[in-house]
T-cell receptor, first 113, second 114 residues
Framework: DAKTTQPTSMDCAEGRAANLPCNHS???????VYWYRQIHSQGPQYIIH???NNETNEMASLIITEDRKSSTLILPHATLRDTAVYYC??????????????FGEGTQLTVNP | DADVTQTPRNRITKTGKRIMLECSQT?????MYWYRQDPGLGLRLIYY???????NKGEISDGYSVSRQAQAKFSLSLESAIPNQTALYFC?????????????FGPGTRLTVL
């Protein structure tokens, strides 16, 4: 699976959009981008995923560049409860024996009042 | 009620003791996982199981063993605990949507080995 690079930490003002970048320059054509988040010491929570088109759900939007080498997770109106570590993960579509998600260190997002 | 539960939530033990962490799920998923989390290292996979008869080692399985007692239960054992096994442990299940990989995590067990 492709390696991802994320900033260690970011800050955002409450009510503003939080834009979390992820670089995955070695991504291959059959790899999806997944985002999870982990609120302090709780289990990680799935947010969104995508292949090449932009995606939106009730939690967030995912923008993937045309060359797919990077993506941005957007929380449109960040709240204090969005303070968490955000993980960007790239994984090959379709499971094989031994497939699993590998979590790196992620980005610590702090939403300030 | 929580879909993925872990017991105990906190445990302090001594070096050399055997300890078992238990995980139960009501999501009906066949696939279950054990991860550990250490500061600055993200989540690392210890063991995973795709069904009751299938157990696989993850990236850091040394010093650990697992048991899949039923579809809903997956236990992690430390045969002889050592201090560097002090960590936050998470159990997870995965949604069997073909091709994708959505993990559902439990609340975690904080283990301290003195």
């Amino acid at each position: 699976d492709a390696k991802t690079t994320q900033p260690t930490s970011m800050d955002c003002a409450e009510g503003r959009a939080a834009n979390l970048p992820c670089n995955h320059s070695t991504i291959s054509g059959n790899e999806y981008v997944y985002w999870y988040r982990q609120i302090h010491s709780q289990g990680p929570q799935y947010i969104i995923h995508g292949l090449k088109n932009n995606e939106t759900n009730e939690m967030a939007s995912l923008i993937i560049t045309e060359d797919r080498k990077s993506s941005t997770l957007i929380l449109p109106h960040a709240t204090l409860r969005d303070t968490a570590v955000y993980y960007c993960i790239v994984r090959v579509f379709w499971e094989t024996s031994g497939s699993r998600l590998t979590f790196g260190e992620g980005t610590q997002l702090t939403v300030n009042p | 009620d929580a879909d993925v539960t872990q017991t105990p939530r906190n445990r302090i033990t001594k070096t050399g003791k055997r300890i078992m962490l238990e995980c139960s799920q009501t999501k009906g998923h066949d696939r279950m996982y054990w991860y550990r989390q250490d500061p600055g290292l993200g989540l690392r996979l210890i063991y995973y199981s795709f069904d009751v008869k299938d157990i696989n080692k993850g990236e850091i399985s040394d010093g650990y063993s697992v048991s899949r007692q039923a579809q809903a239960k997956f236990s992690l054992s430390l045969e002889s605990a050592i201090p560097n096994q002090t960590a936050l442990y998470f159990c997870a299940t995965s949604d069997p949507i073909p091709g994708h990989f959505f993990l559902f995590f439990g609340p975690g067990t904080r283990l301290t080995v003195l």
